[in-house]
């Protein structure tokens, strides 16, 4: 590693597992300190423990990011650790229930978590990202916030209109050199389209069709992902603001 991201702190939120624990793991291989966040307080302590036993810099706070405060409180301790330059917004939760079927309440809380979420977090982070001198935010979307798949609409909704909010903060606080972009990956090798396949009747069958799917006829992984986060939170990417990197092996680009 290369220290890319040295005297930085990063906030990565969803960081006890999948996608954003790869990305904690990377930037603190990289050189940053890491503030990993997430509703599963014992997997970010797990997340942060495996950090610093690899020698590098972690802390791991327990947070919902459906509760103001706590995404206050969590703000508050990754800016406590030196100047916070990075906010990596993972969490989610997805839902495939045919629209007709979906209740309020599962609506609402896909909503609160994938889309309010990462609001709330923005609006507590990018103070800090501007009090040195700007910094990078980081939001997960997805293939299905571009072009939508049957069954997912909320899901969906969440990962589109993520995609303009991100361009609205980074057009509003450019000025100030934060930087807002997301990263729309396909089904990738971890976290919860693992989890969504494993509840299939054959998930092997399920993950080989999905790959077969691909234009590259595989799935992402997780390191792939890593590899463009690293670049969006570094200074490789400073002219690069309100976008969305596909990582999608060409998936999003098809019509058919
Ligand atoms: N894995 C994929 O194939 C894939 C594909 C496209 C997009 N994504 C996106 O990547 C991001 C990471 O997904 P993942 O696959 O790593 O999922 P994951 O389930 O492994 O990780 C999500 C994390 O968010 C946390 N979380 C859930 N609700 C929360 C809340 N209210 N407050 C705080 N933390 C909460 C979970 O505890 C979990 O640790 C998500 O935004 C997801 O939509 C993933």
Redesign the pocket.
């Known amino acids: 590693m290369t220290g890319l991201l040295r005297e930085r702190v990063a906030l990565v ?2 960081g ?5 624990e790869a990305i904690a793991h990377r930037f603190a291989a990289e050189g940053a300190t890491v503030a990993v966040a ?3 307080g014992p ?1 970010a302590q797990t997340v942060a423990d495996a950090i610093v036993a690899h020698g590098h810099n972690a802390v791991a706070v327990e ?4 509760v103001t405060a706590d995404v206050e409180r969590m703000v508050a301790v990754a800016a406590g650790l030196g100047p916070l330059r990075v906010l990596v917004l ?5 839902s495939s229930v045919p629209l007709v079927d979906l209740s309020d309440d599962e609506w609402q809380h896909v909503l609160d ?1 994938d889309l309010t ?1 990462p609001f709330r977090v923005m609006r507590a982070g990018i103070p800090h990202l501007i009090a040195h001198g700007g910094g990078s935010v980081i939001a ?1 979307g ?2 299905l916030g571009l072009t939508v798949a049957p069954g997912y609409p909320a899901y969906c909704a969440a ?1 589109g209109a993520l995609v303009n909010l991100c361009k609205q903060a980074a057009i509003d606080y450019a000025p100030q050199g934060v930087r807002v972009n997301v990263l729309a ?4 090798d ?4 693992m ?1 969504h396949s494993a509840r299939a009747p054959d998930p092997e069958a399920v993950r080989a069709m999905v790959a077969r799917a691909n234009p590259m006829r595989r799935l992402g992984t997780a390191d792939e992902v890593g590899d463009a986060a690293v670049f969006l939170a570094s200074d490789m990417s400073t002219y690069v603001s309100g976008t969305v990197i596909a990582l999608d092996g060409g998936l999003a680009a098809r019509r058919l």
């Open positions: 939120v969803g006890a597992s999948g996608l954003g997430d509703a599963n997997g947070a919902d990011v459906t993972s969490a989610a939760v997805e978590v979420g997960l997805s293939t990962k990956p396909s089904a990738t971890t976290g919860l389209f989890e």
